[in-house]
Structures are given as structure tokens and as C-alpha cells.
């Protein structure tokens, strides 16, 4: 596999789904070897925080990234799953605030963006993460686990019988799916008894049927566009989960399966793969 990056700039203008806040996302192209890296151009110095699961610091509602001067930025796992879905390994995100835009809720603009501008294969291997054991954590009704397989898989499933919503499990296998078509346009979801909670407690406040899916306490979706897909929830879990993976640094050659899992499981997960020397080769 070789690293890739995009032909050129892109600039995308949106709202943030917690703070409200308007902000710029610019992804650039970046060298060979440099990963993908977000910067913060409205602060002046240490603006840098490198695309890594150790530089995770929050994992409540979205993913947050922090460097060691404890700059900044969320909502990270939308825009990485689009690079890591095109298998982008280089590129360079800057924002002029403490959040990725939310957009349509999906990857769907990121993914459009990157299309028009297109993908520049560069020289060099990229490097893949080889799962050579099983790893797993969480418990009974909520866990993660990476396991050995010859490409990357990824099974999950989710149960919102709670909230009056029918989930099955959904497969996704990366080298034979399409993530612009299948993974990508599916949108963040939330359901209309937490929005109370969220507008107290101060979050989701950039939020709206705009950007997020909101579901009745029947189950039944309050947007006027409807669903984009049946089983819409589920596919933003994978997305999520793809972002959260490329946290990694690299394309995972393993398979994943979740049970219940969200962005904190799949951060501890990275934290006890990386802490497990045996379980895995980088090559
Ligand atoms: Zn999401």
C-alpha cells in the first residue's frame, strides 16, 4: 500500500454541534511520512496535535485531541474518517477554533471535497498495523475487540431498544465496501428525550435536524428528509468507529467487532493494543 495525500487545498465553513460556534476546517496536503496532523490557526503558539489515540483527551459525545500544551480540538473522528476511508495517510487539517464543523452531521461534505480535488499517491509504503492477537476490552453488554484476519472488517452491533429503535448488526469490510456510498453520507444521531439534558447541561448546541437525526420516543424519525438509510444509526457507529481507528496511525490489517461500543471503548482498545507488544506488528 502506498501513502497518499489530496491534490490540493480544501475549505470548508461550518458550525460546531457543541460549542455553536462557526469555524474554518482547511485540509492540505502534506509529505510523505507526516501523518495526518490538525492545526489550530487561531492559537499562536504549540498549534500543532498530531492524529494519535495517545493524544485523546475526551471522549464524551465526540473525540478530542489534545497536545501537550493542552491545545485542542474536537469532533475530530468525522473528518479522519474520510481521509483513513480514501485511505489518505498525509494531510495536514487546520481550524480556526476548538472544533471540527459538524456540516450535515455525516462525512458526506468531506468525502464530496476530496473527490473534486482527488487523491495524489505518493512514493513511499505506507506502513499497516497487523493485529497478531486478540484483544478485547469492555464488558459483558459493551466491548471492543481487534482480532487477527487478512484484511480490515469491521462487525457491530448496537442495541436502542430502550429508545424504541430496531438495530441489527452491520458488517463492514473495507477492501471490498464503498465508504462514499455506504458508510459515508450516514448522519449523527440522537434522540428527542436527551435533548433536554444536552440544552442544560450546555452541549450540543450547535445541534439541530440539520445535522443530526433525531428519532421519537417511537422510534420514528422527526426529520423532514427522512432516513438515508434503514439502518442509518448503525452506519454512523461504523463511521465513528473508523475514525476512531485511524487514530492508529495506520491501516489496520485485523478484524474489529463491537458490541455496544463508542469512542471510548475504541480509544481504550487502541491504548491496550499499543500496550501489548505481542499483539501486534507494524510492517
Ligand atoms: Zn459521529
Known amino acids: 500500500m502506498i501513502q497518499k495525500t489530496i491534490a490540493s487545498p480544501i475549505s470548508i465553513e461550518g458550525i460546531g454541534a457543541h460549542s455553536g460556534r462557526k469555524s474554518r476546517v482547511n485540509i492540505l496536503p502534506a509529505p510523505e511520512d507526516q501523518g495526518i496532523i490538525f492545526v489550530r490557526t487561531d492559537v499562536g503558539e504549540d498549534n500543532s496535535i498530531s492524529s494519535d489515540f495517545a493524544n485523546v483527551s475526551e471522549t464524551t459525545l465526540c473525540t478530542r485531541l489534545s497536545n501537550k500544551s493542552g491545545v485542542s480540538v474536537s469532533m475530530v473522528e468525522h473528518v479522519s474518517a474520510a481521509l483513513y476511508g480514501f485511505q489518505i495517510s498525509n494531510a495536514t487539517i487546520e481550524v480556526d477554533g476548538e472544533e471540527i464543523p459538524i456540516l450535515d452531521g455525516s462525512s458526506a461534505v468531506f468525502v464530496k471535497e476530496i473527490t473534486s480535488v482527488g487523491i495524489v499517491a505518493q512514493s513511499k509504503k505506507r506502513k499497516c498495523l497487523r493485529i497478531l492477537k486478540n484483544v478485547k476490552i469492555g464488558d459483558e453488554g459493551r466491548w471492543s475487540s481487534l482480532s ?17 429503535l430496531k438495530t441489527t448488526p452491520f458488517s463492514y469490510d473495507f477492501s471490498k465496501g464503498n465508504f462514499e456510498t455506504e458508510i459515508a453520507p450516514a448522519r449523527t444521531f440522537g ?67 463491537g458490541v ?24
Open 148 to 164: 487477527p484476519a487478512d484484511r480490515l472488517v469491521l462487525n457491530l452491533s448496537c442495541d436502542f431498544s430502550k429508545k424504541g
Open 191 to 257: 434522540f428527542f428525550d436527551d435533548v433536554e439534558y444536552l440544552r442544560k447541561n450546555k452541549l450540543a448546541l450547535g445541534s439541530s435536524l440539520e445535522n443530526t437525526v433525531v428519532f421519537d420516543a417511537k422510534g420514528n424519525a422527526m426529520n423532514d428528509d427522512g432516513l438515508r438509510f434503514d439502518n442509518e444509526p448503525i452506519r454512523h457507529k461504523m463511521l465513528d468507529i473508523i475514525g476512531d481507528l485511524s487514530l492508529s496511525g495506520h491501516m489496520i490489517i485485523g478484524q474489529y467487532d
Open 260 to 283: 455496544c461500543s463508542g469512542h471510548t471503548l475504541n480509544n481504550m482498545l487502541l491504548h491496550a493494543l499499543f500496550s501489548s507488544p505481542q499483539s501486534y506488528t507494524i510492517e
